[in-house]
């Protein structure tokens, strides 16, 4: 009986030592489970914190998207008029060339015309003098043809 009774204390002792053994690694898992879930708590709240940083972050891109976005439809809207005022422009550069093209047309022919006036003139006033010399020659002709004549009437 003493050798079942040293036997079963062994056995005691060896589930005692079991039994304490496998307290630790049940203390060493709650332990290891505390510092996990502290780690996920910490965790959580940097992810929550990151989360909100983010947002933050989006918000804030969101809002300049959105001025970006306006301030590109205003410039698009500037470069519109200004490619219409552009357009209007040369549409009247065209028609002020057009313009300017008949207007040397009309010139050219008008100093042209002016030209063969002024040559018609120039013919006719040279005409005129001519034929006013041949008549002043024809005059003083006439004079001393009437002189000699007094001249010869008076000797008779």
Do not use: H, P, W
Request: aromatic residues 4%.
């Amino acid at each position: 009986m003493n050798l079942q009774n040293s036997t079963e204390a062994k056995i005691i002792e060896q589930l005692e030592q079991d039994l304490t053994k496998q307290k630790d690694l049940l203390n060493q898992t709650i332990e290891l489970l505390d510092q996990k879930e502290r780690t996920i708590m910490g965790l959580n709240q940097s992810y929550e914190k990151l989360e909100n940083q983010l947002t933050s972050q989006l918000d804030q891109t969101k809002e300049k998207l959105t001025f970006y976005a306006e301030n590109l439809k205003t410039k698009e809207s500037l470069i519109s008029e200004y490619q219409q005022e552009i357009k209007e422009k040369d549409e009247n550069y065209a028609n002020l060339q057009a313009k300017q093209e008949r207007l040397t047309q009309t010139k050219e022919k008008t100093e042209k015309e002016l030209n063969q006036a002024l040559s018609l003139t120039q013919a006719k006033i040279k005409d005129l003098e001519t034929n006013l010399l041949t008549l002043a020659k024809q005059k003083l002709t006439n004079q001393k043809q009437a002189r000699a004549l007094v001249e010869q009437l008076q000797k008779e």
